[in-house]
């Protein structure tokens, strides 16, 4: 998949995370975040657990992505997402099945531009796309 495939599915991302938690239902009321489709979104970009995704990435793909353990690397990326789907109320098995590409589609960006990783920013840009 090409970074501008990835990007448009990042683009849409927050479109379908917006619907899970607007139809999620829960017994006490959890965090929310407001996300934005055109990526501009500072809840969703703050939010812990995509900082922990980053913290993660750097160090799973910071030596080369070429030696990586992708089957590891999506798994505990998706234990991230399910996390981050609980912190704003989403389901998580929804989240997880949405996004379930992002972790190979990151493992693909940081080979063609190992760059991507030198900031939290240069991060996000490769996840949402520049603003």
């Known amino acids: 998949m090409t970074p501008k495939m990835s990007w448009l599915m990042l683009a849409v991302a927050p479109l379908v995370l917006r619907a899970a938690v607007a139809q999620h239902t829960a017994a006490e009321k959890p965090q929310t975040v407001t996300l934005d489709a055109r990526g501009q979104s500072p809840e969703w970009e703050q939010n812990p657990h995509m900082h922990e995704f980053y913290e993660l990435s750097v160090e799973t793909l910071g030596a080369g992505a ?5 089957a590891d690397y999506e798994r505990k990326s998706y234990a991230i997402f399910r996390a981050f789907a609980r912190s704003v ?4 098995d ?6 379930k590409d992002i972790p190979r589609q990151m493992v693909a960006i940081v080979k063609a531009d190992p760059k991507t990783l030198d900031s939290y920013e240069s991060f996000l840009v490769a996840l949402r796309g520049p603003r």
């Open 94 to 99: 929804r989240i997880v099945e949405h996004v």
């Open 66 to 70: 070429e030696r990586v353990d992708v």
């Open 89 to 92: 109320g989403a389901d998580p």
